[in-house]
Structure formats: C-alpha cells, structure tokens
Nanobody, 121 residues
Framework: QVQVRESGGGLVQPGGSLRLSCTGS????????MGWYRQAPGKQREMVAV???????NYADFVKGRFTISRDNADYTAHLQMVSLEPEDTAVYYC???????????????WGQGTQVTVSS
C-alpha cells in the first residue's frame, strides 16, 4: 500500500519562506513522478510543480521563480522550497505521486493528507 505524507507547513509572513517535504513508502513505480498541488478556500485544487525521477520539472506559471521542486530518489522524498511568499499562496498543499508525469500533471495518483500554509502578517 502506498503511503504519502507531507510536512513543513505553517504560518509565515509575506515575503517569507517555507520548505515543504513529502515522504512516502511504496515502489519505484509509484514514485516515478512526484508533485505538489494546492487548494485555497473556495477554489479548485491546482498544480504547483511536478518532478520526475529523471529530474524533469513542470511549474505552474504563478510560481516560477519563487518555488523550486526537488527530490531525493534514494528514499522517495520530494521538497518544495518556497520563497517570496504572498497571502495568495495561502492554501492546503498536497503531495501527489504517480507512475508517469502525465498522470501526476492530471491529478491522478496517490495523495497525501495535505499541510496548511498560511501567509499572513
């Protein structure tokens, strides 16, 4: 059974930084692609960034230059480094893992429970 867990959320002031982590257990196939999504209150869940085991990345236009996704293939861990955070970044951030990049880009795979990020002064 695949398990996915997020950590690292919290309260940060505008302009601040946070680093989210996603860890899990399963097979290589289940973690070929790992991604971060977010859902703000009253809004649909949206893709933030995706990375494959080969290091290929995709980013949403609204985070380019501020967020960086990375991963450690040895232990199925992915990170999302976020800088210059804005109140509009407030959301629950979810980790998603899957067997192909296309699956994860389309929101298909194994979801974590989410971690809250609040950007407020």
């Amino acid at each position: 059974q695949v398990q996915v867990r997020e950590s690292g959320g919290g309260l940060v002031q505008p302009g601040g930084s946070l680093r989210l982590s996603c860890t899990g257990s399963g097979t290589f196939h289940d973690f070929y692609a790992m991604g971060w999504y977010r859902q703000a209150p009253g809004k649909q869940r949206e893709m933030v960034a995706v990375i494959t085991v080969t290091g290929f990345t995709n980013y949403a236009d609204f985070v380019k230059g501020r967020f960086t996704i990375s991963r450690d293939n040895a232990d199925y861990t992915a990170h999302l480094q976020m800088v210059s955070l804005e109140p509009e970044d407030t959301a629950v951030y979810y980790c998603l893992t899957g067997s192909t990049r296309t699956e994860v880009l389309n929101g298909v795979g194994h979801w974590g429970q989410g971690t809250q990020v609040t950007v407020s002064s």
